[in-house]
């Protein structure tokens, strides 16, 4: 099963990404995540990929796509992917639908969570990710059993750069102007199926399941 995870930063993708890669046993593709960890060991996509993210503005078209060009490409993805944080732009989805095409694949569903400026802003600022294995909290709705320490790895917890106050509005006006668009993208090949991403997070994760069958 291809899936999409489609939606503003800090709506939860990411979270209910990780919990979907588990349960159906198939890889969670974050670019952001392949970003940071090219950042964290100074590669030359890093040195490229660094002030951009701090700015909170979207990589470059190709970029983006020959990561992920690359990352579909490996056997782990045979059975399946849950992309998330990809596509983020009409030409990403074109590159992704060609891809797809001459790999005999195709995207089965495109999951939109959305939820309102307010909720994402809070949920954006109190977040707070593992250094180690990626897991996220929040500082107020879901906090670590002790201060600063991953409960699954006892990494260390540290806020992104990105989630920092002054950055969180230029990334939703990148997600409205680039990203937004591609709700319509989807919904015109049938593809899209909404989930509220305000409701607690076990709740999203069932209504998830329920559309994916699994
Ligand atoms: P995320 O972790 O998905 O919120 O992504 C963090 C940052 O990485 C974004 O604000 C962008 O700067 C960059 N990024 C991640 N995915 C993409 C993408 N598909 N296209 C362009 N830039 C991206």
Redesign the pocket.
Known sequence: MNVIMLGP?GVG??TQAMELSKICGIPQI????I??ANVKQGTPLGLQ?KA??E???????A??IGI?AARLEEPDCESGFIL??????VA?ADALEEMLTRQGKRIDHVINVQAGDEVLTRRISGRRTCRSCGRMYHVEYDPPSSPGICDTCGGELYQ?D?DREGTVQR?LE?YRAKTQPLIQYYSGRGLLREVDGEAPRETVLKSMRELLGV
């Open positions: 930063p993708k990411g974050s670019t952001g995540d970003l940071r990929a951009i993210m700015r909170g503005e979207l990589l470059p078209d970029v983006v992920i998330d944080g990809f596509p983020r732009t990403q992104r990105d990334r990148e």
